[in-house]
């Protein structure tokens, strides 16, 4: 195997540590860690996982200008993404850049404008992509069995959360929007499989501290027809299903609670005959009284998927070659239509009270 790609992570925080330096550590024969930087001293005394003979820089700049640095890796808050993988991509570094990749999409075009100068560099870590139930109900969507998909539902709950980190204030372009977002859109484009033609939303503040977006409804349609029905919230007190998807033949569900797919559907050696509706009164019973339909229901096991999946992709494109399965032209998708679901939803921080 060719030599171990040697990384500098900008940011040691939850996403940092608990993250990027943990995901790697899981690859120890492709990456090495060598240097992390934060603004706080306290974060770079002793960080979980990061190797002792690590750098630690207090500025980015610093381990961007560091020359045994060859990818950087970018979990710092929202605003801070572009600016410095721009930076980062300028002095020759490969980038793996957070989702948000963009705060919004005028900023995602000047980022595209650099990763165009220095094309194969930019990774952007859309690394939901990969996750077992998505990758598995894809496969068998595409196996036919559900017939042609026109209703595709995708729900991400965060539990009930009165949350009050600095995700949570729209001054860091935080909210749920901006941070589950990014995934589930993703995951609803691949499913859709046609750009969209039209976008419903409905975003607000119910009980976060902050005063960002914790209760999303995003409506997509495709110019395919497909919707996709998006929920996204920090308000579920009782969340259940996350994926639902419907076919002219049947039914897929995804419940974590139940650890695997379930399917319902018309077995594909049943056609479907040529009849017509009847005028006059039908008989004392619901449905189709000229055809009886014969169905198969399946339970399909997850694959394992580890969460650190996406730094093989970052591997391969870096060492073999092999082009990087996530477009830089999907993740700017994702911020334009995180835009308009901003815009259309008529979305203004909210104000809080303090109690008496």
Partial sequence: MAETIKVGILGMGR???????????????????????DHDPSRLENPPGVPAQAKRYASCEELIDDPAVELVSIALRHPEHVPYAIRALEAGKYVNIDKPIAVN???????????????????????????????????????????????????????????????TMTEFSGGLLTNWGPHVIDQALQFIGSPVADLWADVRSVISIGDGDD???????????????????GTNA?????????GERGTLVYDPKAGAIEMRFVDPECEFKPLAPHPENPPMEYGNFDEKLTFIEQKVEIPFIPMSE???????????????????????????????????????????????
């Fill in 15 to 37: 996403a940092g540590v608990g993250m990027h330096v943990r995901e790697i550590a899981e690859y120890p024969d492709r990456f090495e860690l060598v240097a992390v930087a």
């Fill in 105 to 167: 999409y005028e900023e995602a075009q000047k980022l595209k404008a650099c990763a165009d100068r220095h094309p194969g560099r930019l990774f952007p870590r859309q690394n939901r992509r990969f996750e077992g139930p998505f990758q598995k109900a894809l496969q068998l969507i595409s196996s036919g069995v559900l017939g042609r998909i026109t209703l595709v539902k995708l729900h991400r709950a965060c539990g009930y959360c009165r949350r009050n980190d600095w995700m």
């Fill in 215 to 233: 209760q999303i409804k995003l409506l997509l349609r495709g110019e395919n027809g497909v919707v996709a029905d998006l929920e996204i919230s």
């Fill in 238 to 246: 009782k969340p259940g299903r996350e994926i639902e998807i419907l």
């Fill in 310 to 356: 996406i730094w093989k992709h970052i591997y391969a494109s870096v060492r073999e070659g092999r082009p990087f399965p996530i477009r830089l032209e999907e993740a700017m998708e994702v911020v334009r239509l995180c835009d308009e679901a901003f815009r259309r939803s008529g979305f203004r921080p909210a104000t809080r009270k303090n109690p008496q």
